[in-house]
T-cell receptor
Framework: NAGVTQTPKFRILKIGQSMTLQCTQD?????MYWYRQDPGMGLKLIYYSVGAGITDKGEVPNGYNVSRSTTEDFPLRLELAAPSQTSVYFCASTRQGEPQHFGDGTRLSIL | AQKITQTQPGMFVQEKEAVTLDCTYDTSDPSYGLFWYKQPSSGEMIFLIY??????QNATEGRYSLNFQKARKSANLVISASQLGDSAMYFCAMREGLGNQFYFGTGTSLTVIP
């Protein structure tokens, strides 16, 4: 099984550009999450979803948007990239009572 | 207040020795789950071990065990017989009741010395 798949793995953006980080899972999990991890730090929750059509803000949602049109996919959108958004982004999924399964991360640099 | 606190930014352990990584948590919900993840230098997050608040026994998974002290609200990870490949960041996390969010600590960097 592929588990949680994130694309791209690496990306460099210019300030003001936009992009979408893709996340898909094949485990039929209803819960999905986006985190960012700054160098030497822990994970901060950006957005999460408890099912298709339902999303909610986490700790650091500003500058990001999400959608959940299917159970499998949970893309994260950056509309106007800023240097402060340089980070590693992790997508995760789970179901009730289980640990989160993480993707391999997307390393994003904004210059 | 922080939901998860990891007070050891960095730890060193001699190869083949045991090491304990500390984690304390804060919740008033009687039902919760505690998780430990390993993040090697390659960056991926690897699930190690889980402890439910109602579990009677401490969780064990191979060389990993969780020293769960409910009254003290601590869930320390014990790694026995450390190996060089254990060098990584370790994160403690909690999920409260039927809540949707996981709360992560700031992590502990473990270095295993040959």
């Amino acid at each position: 099984n592929a588990g949680v798949t994130q694309t791209p793995k690496f990306r460099i953006l210019k300030i003001g550009q936009s992009m979408t980080l893709q996340c898909t899972q094949d485990m039929n999990h209803n819960y999905m999450y986006w985190y960012r991890q700054d160098p030497g730090m822990g994970l901060k929750l950006i957005y999460y979803s408890v099912g298709a059509g339902i999303t909610d803000k986490g700790e650091v949602p500003n500058g990001y948007n999400v959608s959940r049109s299917t159970t499998e996919d949970f893309p994260l959108r950056l509309e106007l990239a800023a240097p402060s958004q340089t980070s590693v982004y992790f997508c995760a999924s789970t179901r009730q009572g289980e640990p989160q399964h993480f993707g391999d991360g997307t390393r994003l640099s904004i210059l | 207040a922080q939901k998860i606190t990891q007070t050891q930014p960095g730890m060193f352990v001699q190869e083949k020795e045991a090491v304990t990584l500390d984690c304390t948590y804060d919740t008033s919900d009687p039902s919760y789950g505690l998780f430990w993840y390993k993040q090697p230098s390659s960056g991926e997050m690897i699930f190690l071990i889980y402890q439910g608040s109602y579990d009677q026994q401490n969780a064990t998974e191979g060389r990993y065990s969780l020293n769960f002290q409910k009254a003290r609200k601590s869930a320390n990870l014990v790694i026995s017989a450390s190996q060089l490949g254990d060098s990584a960041m370790y994160f403690c996390a909690m999920r409260e009741g039927l809540g949707n969010q996981f709360y992560f600590g700031t992590g502990t960097s473990l270095t295993v010395i040959p």
